[in-house]
């Protein structure tokens, strides 16, 4: 008998029929002696359905009523998923984040999960109920409901695996595992059988949305087994494994580490620039102290070199969801800054190669660079870390980037 936690995302949730075979897969754990919870999340398009009506009411919605709003779509499921199990004759009862509770801090939209409070859990897993929770909410001080950002359900999985000192953590989702890049652009993306921590964090900062990035690293600290694998399909590999494990550097054996693990994109950024910034000591962190007062985080920056008016101007990307408040921001601080104007751009994507190889080998982001440049695909910005090179592109050249990438780097799955 194990702990184990099961995550299903919203593609999986997505309808009654589906939500039957997600209890039939919980009650194969049930009847193999586990003790289950499960952590879901709204059936897909809920949660942009009821973001819509936020952004409908307000474009500067309040962040604490936002929560309320959008933490709706995982009580539905929740609730039906339990119906479900009952009905099969397995035992289950929902609790909603404040009901655990699941504790987080006050940033509202975006909170970041404290300690979870494993009593109700431990009482029913003890008594042989199954415990549906539903993903992507919690609850702060005021007892004021928060949501996790966006594809939220992972992190809340693996914290409740880590409270539980679950076995393992399965995410069911709608591929099969983690692939090299995206396998709905690219379809002779690999599937991997391991990919490290770290490097599923980096894929994931960068837009590989197949996990949130807070699950991973929440699991690295934590050292949860996580497992990324289908909802839909029981297929196993030659060795007999199902998915995509996450594990430790120590875990994979040289052979089959790569110089590069993945490629990601990500069309969710925007991109500002400030023009005729004055080149002054003090003028940059006058752009940047009132976006982080906001609780917004920016990514790629670029300053051009000074012109000889003695001005630069600063170009940056902010998450597409923080645009409005953050040209709000901006407009506020004008006079404390003295730009000329305020552009935006929400037509860019950004692109990633992420690898643990880049460590010792040298050339990666120049192959990256002249692979675009070939095909006509300018490069409006770069970044770059220890294990990952990003650009900045038109957002019109996402695919053909990110297919023209796998190639470059040897990715492409041999033809079947
Ligand atoms: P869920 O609703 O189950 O949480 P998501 O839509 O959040 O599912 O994540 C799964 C999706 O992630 C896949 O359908 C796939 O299109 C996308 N994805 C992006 N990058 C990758 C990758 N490297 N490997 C696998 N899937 C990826
Ligand atoms: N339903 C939330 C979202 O769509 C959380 C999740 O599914 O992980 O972002
Ligand atoms: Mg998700």
Redesign the pocket.
Known sequence: MARIVMKF????MAGIERIRNVAARVKREVEAGHEVAVVV?AM?GETDRLVGFCREASSLYDPQEYDVVVSAGEQITSGLLAITLQAMGVPARSWLGWQLPIHTDTAFAKARIGEIDTTALDESLAAGVVAVIPGFQGVAEGNRVTTLGR?G??TSAVAVAAAMKAERCDIY???D????????IVPRARKLSKVTYEEMLE?ASVG???LQTRSVGLAMKEQVRVRVLSSFDDARDEDGHRGTLIVGEEEIDDMERQLIT?I?HDKNEAKITLTAVPDRPGAVGAIFAPLADAGINVDMIVQNIAHSTGSTDVTFTVPSADLARSLDVLEKASGEIGYGNLVHDTRVAKISVVGVGMRSHAGVASTMFQTLGARGINILAITTSEIKVSVLIEEDYTELAVRVLHTAYGLDAEAA
């Not at 995302?9 to 999986?12: A, K, Q, V, Y």
């Not at 595992?177 to 709905?184: K, M, S």
Request: net charge negative; charged share 20%; aromatic share 4%.
């Open positions: 995302g919203g593609t999986s999340s897909a594809g359900s992972d989702t709608d591929v595992g983690v692939y090299t890049t995206d396998p709905r894929l590989a949305k197949v993945g990601a």
